[in-house]
């Protein structure tokens, strides 16, 4: 397996426009978790899914962010309108059940910047 | 305030030495888990430790769990340069779902 795949590695936009963010989550995982990790705030949780239905979106910033799931095998995390203060790396993570026993396997991350 | 609070937030250390670091939580929990990052890279983890049991070993690390002071230690033996990157605690509480919550990280650094 590949493992988790995100797109892009890297993206950097300008103030205002939208961004997407991808995940594939591994093959079989049935939880699927977006992060955002900064130098100041660490590593956030900002939503989770579980069977493809959101359980936890309360550390969605704000409005601006919007996260889907169509279908097991991939995700979108949207920002729209964007920021300086979403440059951040964001994280998606899978694991194959609920409660946390089973290690979150992370993705590479894309690198955001937002001038 | 946070669940899974690291300490030190940075180590140095020689090769060949021992690494220990600790984490603190709040709330009650099903297990913890400590994860590495690489500089540029995802997390990966190292090793599970649930509630009911007090140490683990996978190799060089050993991690401990006293739920009694709410509190885990990793301890890498014999370091090495390959070492170096950050290693965070995360926490599976008993109502928090699918969901864990991970500290700041501690940044340990081998010098070869």
């Known amino acids: 397996d590949a493992g988790v795949i995100q797109s892009p590695r890297h993206e950097v936009t300008e103030m205002g426009q939208e961004v997407t963010l991808r995940c594939k989550p591994i093959?079989?995982?049935?939880?699927l978790f977006w992060y955002r990790q900064t130098m100041m705030r660490g590593l956030e949780l900002l939503i989770y899914f579980n069977n493809n239905v959101p359980i936890d979106d309360s550390g969605m910033p704000e409005d601006r962010f919007s996260a889907k799931m169509p279908n097991a095998s991939f995700s979108t995390l949207k920002i729209q309108p964007s920021e300086p203060r979403d440059s951040a790396v964001y994280f998606c993570?899978?694991?194959?059940?609920?409660?946390?026993?089973?290690?979150?396997?992370f993705g590479p991350g894309t690198r955001l910047t937002v001038l | 305030s946070q669940q899974g609070e690291e300490d030190p937030q940075a180590l140095s250390i020689q090769e060949g030495e021992n690494a220990t670091m600790n984490c603190s939580y709040k709330?009650?929990?099903?297990?913890l888990q400590w994860y590495r990052q690489n500089s540029g890279r995802g997390l990966v983890h190292l090793i599970l430790?649930?509630?009911?049991?007090r140490e683990k070993h996978s190799g060089r690390l050993r991690v401990t769990l006293d739920t009694s002071k709410k509190s885990s230690s990793l301890l890498i033996t014999a370091s090495r340069a390959a070492d170096t990157a950050s290693y965070f605690c995360a926490t599976d509480g008993e109502t928090s779902g699918s969901r864990l919550t991970f500290g700041e990280g501690t940044q340990l650094t081998v010098n070869p």
């Open positions: 430790i649930r509630s009911n049991e």
């Open positions: 993570a899978s694991s194959t059940s609920g409660r946390g026993y089973n290690e979150q396997f």
């Open positions: 093959s079989g995982h049935n939880s």
């Open positions: 709330t009650s929990i099903n297990n």
